[in-house]
Nanobody, 125 residues
């Protein structure tokens, strides 16, 4: 069964950090650009970050630039999203997605081949 599984979400205080993981099973992430998206209650899904197949190219939404870092470990078939200096407005369900392309698509393009089920991130004091 081909699937992506996110983990690492939780409750954290403002200013804190979390590292999300996106692990693939049933296929290898080597051949995919990987994106992270988030959706807060009552809001549209937002593209947060993306990393190309070779990791040479990355994208960050303006709202997270300088605070979040995306990386990949193809040997572990996993992509990470390190989130620092978290703010209450970062609260959302975070999803990872895989797209069979070398480079990341345009930020608003959410046509990915596989999606995970999401992990909840809550930033609150």
């Amino acid at each position: 069964q081909l699937q992506l599984v996110e983990s690492g979400g939780g409750l954290v205080q403002p200013g804190g950090s979390l590292r999300l993981s996106c692990a693939a099973s049933g296929f290898t992430l080597d051949y995919y650009a990987i994106g992270w998206f988030r959706q807060a209650p009552g809001k549209e899904r937002e593209g947060v970050s993306c990393i190309s197949r070779s990791a040479a190219s990355t994208y960050y939404a303006d709202s997270v630039k300088g605070r979040f870092t995306i990386s990949r470990d193809n040997a572990k078939n996993t992509v990470y999203l390190q989130m620092n200096s978290l703010k209450p407005e970062d609260t959302a369900v975070y999803y990872c997605a895989a797209r069979s392309e070398w480079f990341c698509p345009a930020p608003r393009d959410d046509r990915y081949d596989y999606w995970g089920r999401g992990t909840q991130v809550t930033v609150s004091s």
